[in-house]
Every structure is written in structure tokens, then in C-alpha cells.
């Protein structure tokens, strides 16, 4: 196995390792912040979590240029006009910290009153929203440092500084929770997180690149290259987060913030989806990046076409153990209220996160070969259709209209997949036929036997939560076992399987 595929599967596992230890926190932690509020109060904190991602609309993209520069040419890390470029960039990030601070100091009423909001669900709303304004600072502050391990592609590191932060994150809450204290208590901790993460970067920072030095410079020059890059990559995180984040404000103006809840949880369980595939993908920009870059372009292909059956096998598993054990996780985890009003949303979520676990993988690869406007453009598209359809179905189907609408707003993703596969890779038209056919095919089979033996044979055993997720792991390891029994495994495949889990394994905090 080349360096480039060792070093790319091993940043994969720490992106895995980093996606799956807090997957594991909110599920425990989730129940105890419902219990403990109750739907109405946790649907509200939901949102204002939903409004600090919105907010990130404006964040324009800054980073591209940055980032693109480091990983095409790790050599240039020393040089006094990547300095600059970061500097002109942290100085935009620092501003619209600031801005979305006092923006946010504004929003108490918008929130009481559009979104249903009753008064008492905080002690002052104004002094949650100025914590809520700390924690987005922050968050906007550190985000180019961020770059720098992800664009050396020193995924390890950046994992490091994450699980510590989620894990006192995620206990603070439980202890906060417990103790009386209420949803402003939980923001406070989202500041103070963020805040250890901006001290955590800064010394990564300093230790991978000391040399990269911070001055108060700012060219217009710069500024101009950066918002030519940053352009269409900001268009496009606004396209992504209207996609993902503006059904939960629809839904809570229509229904109101207990709803919310409900149209959450059903999410909780098939988002897992997209994000193993985000985990599994977030380390090949670089490797895209600097592969294009040095203009070898069977390389990508060979690269794009390994890592997409990955990417299908693993997603079909997944929304397989959701349609088999979905109903029986949300009555367990969450209780039988939630499942009676989650699991059709739940289960119509399974398909659009699945297509979307396509598009995540694609991005990383347009990203990394700079097709930044085709980006744009198509991520448009599906947020468009998602919102015609949203404002068509939540007032008449709540959250299952507000699930349909998402799946409307996904469907172009298989067009878009033959599209980028065409004209951009060069494949023919009958090699992606004969490469999906034969791949989906092979994943189909395995998936309706996993689901008809697990459905007729292991559920009728299902009695609590801890049966759920003894049986769910039977079924994921029958399904890759029944996937290398038929043979639809190839030997490189198999090496990168086990390369992949002995990285994981041997992850040390």
C-alpha cells in the first residue's frame, strides 16, 4: 500500500474515531436533556443551536484560499505570503465574530415571537442569546486555525482537541441538568468549549507552524483573491445550511417548539448516516487538493471510484439497521411518545441521508479540483426544492411533511453523481452504468437478506435498549460478513478494511 492511501486511510480512522466517540456522548446524553427539560424546552434548544449554524452563513468562504494553498504545496508553509493570506483571513473570521455577536442580541424577540416561543423557558433571554453570541465568536475565530492540521493533513491532532472538548461539553450538560440549572447553563458551556478549542488550536498552531506567523495586515489585494475563492464556497455553505437548518425554524412556526423535538429525533438516528460518510471523506480534500494539483488525473479517478463504493457499502448498512431496528431504538432510547411521532419521519430520513452521504463524498472531491461554482449551483438546486416543499407540506404534515420536503430537496443527488462521473472524471456513460449497477446490485442483495433475517428472526428478541444495540451489531456484522462471503469484496478492499481498523485501534488521546 502507497504512503498516500496509508496516510489517507489513517486520517479516515481518526475522522472516524472523532465522528463515533461523540455519536456515543449524545446518545446518552440526549434522553437525560429531554427528560430533564422536557420536549418543549429541548425543542427551543435545538434551535437556538440551529440559529448559530444559519449564522455561519456568513461565513464567505475565507478559509478556501487558505487552506487550498497550504495542502497544494506543503512546502510554501514558510513563506511570508501564506502568513499574509492567514492573517487577512483570521482579521474576516474575527469580524464577523464580532458582528454575529451583536446580531445575535437582537433575536430574543424574533425568537418569542415568530417561533412560538412561551416566556420561562429561560431566566433572560437576552443574556442567553449574548452567551449564545460568545460561543459563535469563538467558533468563527478559531476556524481558521483549524485549517492548519487539516490542510498538513494531521487528522490525529485535530481529533485530540475535539474529543476533549465534546467530552466536557457533553458531562457538563448531564451535571448541569442534573443539578436544577437550565438551558442557559448549556450555552454557557457551548461558550466555554468553544473557547478551550480556540486555546487548543492556537497551540497546534504554534507547534505545527511556528513559522506561520499572525500580522495586523489586511491587502486589498488578498481580500480580493480571497472572496474570488470564497465566492462560490459561501454561496454554497448558505445553499447547505438552508438545506439543513431551515426546516427546523418552518416547523417551529408552524407547530411550535415541541415538534421541533420530534422532527430532531427523527433525525437523530439516520444523520449518523451522512455523518460516517463526512468522517470517512473530510481527509481527501487535501488528498484531492494535492493530487490535482500535480495534474494526475487516473489517480482521482481511481481514487474517486474506491472510496464511493466505501462510501454506498457503509451508508446501505447503516440505513439497513435504521429501517430494521428505528422504531425499537426511538421507544427505548427516547420513549414511546417520540417513537409514535419520529418514526415515519425517521424512516423517510433514511433515504435522504443515504443520498446525501453521496453528495458529502462528492464535495470533498469538487472542492479539491476547484470546482467550486458547480458546487454552488447545484447545492442551490436541492435547497430551493427543499424549501418550495417545505412551505407546501409542514402545514399540513408537520414533520413528516418537513421529512418529505428534505427528501424532495436530495433527489437530484444521483444526476448530479452521473454528471460530476462524466464530464468531469471522463468516465464513459457505460462504464458508470456497468460500475453502479454491479456495485448497487451486490449491496442490494446483502441488504434485503440482513433485513428480512434480522426483521423475522432477531427482533421478536428485542426487549430494552441494551438488546437494540446487541442485535443492531449482529446485523452490521452479518452484513459485512455475508458481503465477504458471496465474494463482493476485492483483496485491496479487505487491506483497506484492515488497515483502516488497525489505525482506529491503535488511536491514543
Not at 504545496?73 to 492573517?87: Q, T
Not at 485530540?160 to 448549556?186: N, P, W
Not at 458508470?432 to 428478541?461: C, D, G, M, R, W
Request: with cysteine; hydrophobic share 55%; proline share 4%.
Amino acid at each position: 500500500m502507497s504512503e498516500l492511501a496509508n496516510r489517507t486511510i489513517k486520517n479516515s480512522a481518526y475522522s472516524f474515531i472523532g465522528f463515533i466517540w461523540p455519536m456515543a456522548l449524545a446518545f446518552v446524553v440526549m434522553p437525560i436533556l429531554i427528560s430533564r427539560l422536557g420536549p418543549s424546552k429541548y425543542g427551543f434548544y435545538v434551535l437556538l443551536n440551529a440559529s448559530l449554524a444559519l449564522f455561519s452563513l456568513l461565513d464567505f468562504g475565507f478559509n478556501y484560499t487558505f487552506v487550498k494553498k497550504l495542502s497544494e504545496n506543503p512546502d510554501s508553509r514558510n513563506n511570508e505570503e501564506l502568513s499574509k493570506v492567514f492573517s487577512s483571513t483570521f482579521i474576516l473570521y474575527l469580524f464577523i465574530g464580532c458582528l454575529v455577536f451583536f446580531l445575535l442580541l437582537l433575536l430574543p424577540d424574533f425568537f418569542r415571537g415568530v417561533l412560538k416561543i412561551p416566556d420561562g423557558f429561560v431566566y433572560s433571554y437576552k443574556v442567553t442569546f449574548m452567551f449564545l453570541g460568545f460561543a459563535f465568536f469563538f467558533k468563527m475565530i478559531v476556524s481558521p486555525l483549524i485549517q492548519i492540521p487539516y490542510a498538513l493533513q494531521r487528522v490525529g491532532i485535530m481529533t485530540k482537541a475535539h474529543l476533549i472538548s465534546i467530552t466536557f461539553l457533553q458531562i457538563s450538560s448531564i451535571v448541569a441538568v442534573y443539578t436544577g440549572y437550565g438551558i442557559m447553563s448549556l450555552v454557557i458551556l457551548q461558550a466555554l468549549s468553544s473557547m478551550f478549542l480556540f486555546v487548543a488550536y492556537v497551540y497546534i498552531w504554534k507547534k505545527l507552524l511556528p513559522d506561520l506567523k499572525f500580522v495586523l495586515f489586511f491587502s486589498p489585494s488578498i481580500f480580493k483573491g480571497l472572496m474570488k475563492d470564497g465566492f462560490w464556497v459561501s454561496v454554497s455553505n448558505i445553499m447547505n445550511n438552508i438545506l439543513t437548518q431551515f426546516d427546523k425554524f418552518v416547523m417551529s412556526a408552524f407547530w411550535g417548539p415541541v415538534y421541533v423535538s420530534y422532527y430532531a429525533s427523527a433525525q437523530m438516528i439516520p444523520e449518523k448516516i451522512q455523518a460516517t460518510s463526512f468522517s470517512l471523506s473530510t481527509s481527501l480534500f487535501p488528498v484531492f487538493s494535492n493530487i490535482s494539483f500535480l495534474q494526475d488525473s487516473e489517480k482521482i479517478k481511481n481514487i474517486f471510484h474506491r472510496y464511493i463504493k466505501i462510501i454506498l457499502l457503509i451508508s446501505a448498512s447503516l440505513a439497513t439497521l435504521v429501517f430494521v431496528y428505528g422504531y425499537w431504538l426511538l421507544k427505548y432510547w427516547l420513549g414511546q411518545e417520540f417513537a409514535d411521532n419520529a418514526t415515519i419521519p425517521m424512516y423517510i430520513l433514511t433515504v435522504t441521508y443515504f443520498l446525501f452521504s453521496i453528495n458529502v463524498f462528492m464535495h470533498f472531491y469538487l472542492s479539491g479540483t476547484r470546482r467550486l461554482k458547480f458546487i454552488a449551483i447545484s447545492t442551490m438546486s436541492m435547497a430551493i426544492l427543499n424549501i418550495v416543499s417545505m412551505f407546501l407540506l409542514v402545514p399540513s404534515y408537520k414533520a413528516v411533511g418537513a421529512s418529505i420536503a428534505y427528501l424532495i430537496g436530495v433527489l437530484p443527488i444521483p444526476f448530479i453523481l452521473f454528471y460530476v462521473e462524466r464530464k468531469m472524471l471522463g468516465f464513459s456513460t457505460k462504464k458508470i452504468i456497468h460500475f453502479y449497477t454491479t456495485n448497487i446490485s451486490k449491496i442490494v442483495f446483502v441488504a434485503i437478506i440482513i433485513y428480512l433475517l434480522s426483521s423475522l428472526i432477531l427482533t421478536p428478541y428485542i426487549t430494552n435498549l441494551f438488546s437494540v444495540i446487541i442485535l443492531g451489531g449482529v446485523s452490521i456484522v452479518a452484513f459485512f460478513g455475508l458481503f465477504r462471503l458471496f465474494g463482493f469484496f476485492e483483496r485491496d478492499e479487505l487491506e483497506l478494511f484492515k488497515t483502516f481498523f488497525n489505525k482506529a485501534i491503535k488511536f491514543r488521546v
